[in-house]
């Protein structure tokens, strides 16, 4: 496979399939929508279950939802059964929100058979397939693969800083406009309004489609709509921010649906660049900005 989605169809003829291990990696806080909120908690059947915030978060980190370290991704994994054999599709809960934040986590691991279900559980159920009212418990180490982390593929506010004069590197931020604008205010105490200087808007909503990605020809034609110099092949490094480093893992999904190749997510986004009042921030539209 090569597209980093699988179908509800694909899923259903593959849920018997010994290589398959599907993983919800629903959170429990969403920002930036309004919430799916079920009656009864349901999961897709042989789900098993990871936490985001938790158990694949370094907690020992001063920064909000921080990328795991390789021994607590190794762990987790193997936890989870994943060899270098296994095909691992994440889903969530809300359709498309945090299966992509999973999804780089395993890429930048070095996990390649990694998949997102595109629509997730929303699309699953609307579909009228069968679920389950229990996630399969898995304990014990029964996989083999460890993590070895690229560091290229994360970011941190000083390589951000460095290149902000460098035309051959974009920084894309997945917050509202009126977040990105600072006219409206942080979910966070303490994080200051607006956004880092040069860098691009688009909304982590409008790549989606209902509960799907949108078109891998709508998305880019949206990502060329942003900035002149913004098309694939071209070498340019774009780099996804948002607020805590979740939903730019959903417009770097739509990135690479769209043809870019040259990734990579600031995993403290604004909650840590916001945060720290020696980095400059803009406020409105910049001559880079959309």
Request: glycine share 10%; proline share 7%; net charge negative.
């Amino acid at each position: 496979m090569h597209s980093p989605l699988v179908t509800t169809d694909w899923l259903q003829e593959n849920l018997d399939n010994e290589r398959l291990v599907l993983v919800d990696a629903s959170m429990a806080t969403v920002i930036g929508k309004a919430p799916l909120v079920y009656d009864r908690p349901v999961w897709i059947p042989g789900s098993c279950q990871i936490d985001l915030e938790g158990t694949l978060c370094d907690t020992g980190s001063s920064q909000l939802h921080a990328f795991p370290t390789e021994e607590q991704f190794t762990k987790e994994a193997r936890r989870l059964g994943i060899t270098p054999e296994s095909q691992v599709v994440l889903y969530d809960n809300q359709g498309i929100y945090s299966a992509p934040r999973a999804w780089w986590i395993f890429r930048a691991m070095g996990v390649n058979q990694v998949f997102v279900l595109d629509g997730g559980l929303p699309q699953w159920l609307a579909e009228g397939r069968d679920v389950v009212s229990e996630p399969v418990a898995k304990a014990g180490t029964s996989g083999s693969v460890r993590g070895n982390l690229d560091c290229s593929r994360v970011r941190d506010s000083a390589y951000v800083l460095r290149h902000l004069e460098d035309e051959g590197v974009t920084v894309i931020d997945a917050r509202s406009r009126a977040r990105f604008l600072a006219k409206a205010p942080e979910p966070r105490p303490g994080v200051r309004g607006g956004h880092i200087p040069h860098s691009l808007n688009l909304p982590f909503t409008e790549v989606l489609d209902g509960y799907r990605f949108k078109s891998s020809s709508e998305l880019a034609a949206t990502f060329a709509g942003l900035a002149p110099s913004l098309q694939p092949g071209n070498g340019l490094q774009l780099v996804f921010s948002c607020g805590s480093g979740i939903t730019a893992c959903i417009i770097m999904l739509a990135a690479g649906l769209a043809g870019y190749d040259q990734l990579s997510l600031y995993d403290g986004s604004w909650a840590d660049w916001g945060s720290d009042e020696s980095l400059p921030l803009a406020s409105s539209h910049s001559p880079y900005g959309p």
